[in-house]
């Protein structure tokens, strides 16, 4: 069972912006809602980096576990995704996200907030796949079309990754082992947790115990 | 007369506490529509050649394959 997710290599991003543009043309993303974005580290400074940014669809994630109205769901190829129609645009969840992927248009069906939108992994929503209605409330369902998300196909230097979480981890991991740094995956800990039997810290004993 | 003006005040008296009625809101038991799997298509123009509408398996590899074809140092020692 393939499990998408995303890594952005911070040592290829050129801060091109690619990733948002195509994103926000390939899915219609409404007026003031960037679905992605590049965030500069040290900007000016020599040595930046950046990252695109977007939903990471974590594993155990924090949007899922806030809303009131339990409007997201997770599809079998481990994609977060949230069914518009349940959505009360409260913005919880835009507090409980690290990433702050959930996005809110200026003017929506709730006065100033309207419904909560954000990447879809191009992988649309809950209406029938590749159908209008689908496509005029999550965007395109490039992964029924059997292709990957836009901004990861797109990105010239292929710092944005998509796909299944096996074979991007193995194309990040040799880039490292060519290049010899720049093994930090930026967010990879927050969003998919700590490899099981890694970093976990055991608890200390107290003294005077063997 | 009496037994008609009574039925009529106890209709209306029931009417009105219909009106104090209202629906179920509670989430429980409401189920989220996941919609339809990704490997199920629908086969579009736009669909990718190289694997076949239905066919979870053929869904997998084709997207392992593509996911693979970021990797340039694999591309590069294809194409010598």
Same mark, same amino acid.
């Given at each position: ?50 990252i695109s940014v ?24 481990? $994609? &977060?995704?949230h069914d518009k129609?349940?959505?009360? #645009?409260? /913005? ?7 990433? =702050? +992927? ?66 991007v981890a193995d ?5 490292? $082992? &060519? ?7 930026? #967010?990879? /800990? ?7 039997? =890694? +970093? ?11 | ?80």
């Amino acid at each position: 069972m393939a499990r998408m997710k995303f890594i952005c290599d911070s040592e290829r991003c050129i801060e091109c912006n690619g990733c948002v543009t195509a994103c926000k043309a390939e899915n219609h993303v409404p007026w003031g809602v960037n679905r992605r974005r590049v965030v500069t580290l040290n900007d000016g400074v020599p040595g930046e980096k950046s990252i695109s940014v977007a939903c990471m669809h974590c594993s155990d994630a924090p949007c899922m576990a806030v809303c009131p109205v339990d409007c997201f769901y997770r599809t079998d190829d481990g $994609v &977060v995704l949230h069914d518009k129609d349940v959505c009360i #645009g409260c /913005g919880y969840c835009s507090y409980a996200c690290p990433f =702050g +992927a959930p996005q809110f248009p200026g003017n929506g069906t709730f006065g100033l907030r309207g419904k909560m939108d954000k990447c879809t992994f191009c992988a649309g929503g809950p209406e029938v796949s590749g159908s209008q209605a689908e496509f005029e409330k999550y965007g395109r369902n490039r992964l029924s079309e059997g292709r990957l998300p836009l901004c990861a196909e797109v990105c010239s230097t292929k710092a944005l990754l998509a796909g299944d979480g096996d074979v991007v981890a193995d194309i990040f991991r040799s880039r490292v $082992v &060519v290049r010899n740094k720049g093994s930090e995956v930026w #967010g990879w /800990g927050t969003a998919y947790g700590k490899p099981a039997g =890694g +970093a976990t810290a055991k608890p200390a004993k107290p003294e005077g115990t063997k | 007369m009496k037994r008609t003006a009574c039925l009529l005040a106890f209709s209306a008296l029931m009417l009105g506490l219909g009106a104090c009625s209202e629906r179920p809101q509670e989430l429980a038991g409401r189920q989220i529509n996941g919609g339809a799997p990704n490997w199920q298509g629908p086969a579009s123009p736009f669909t990718a050649p190289g694997w076949t509408v239905g066919d979870r398996r053929s869904w997998q590899t084709h997207m392992q394959t593509r996911a693979q074809a970021q990797n340039e140092y694999v591309r590069l020692s294809q194409s010598h």
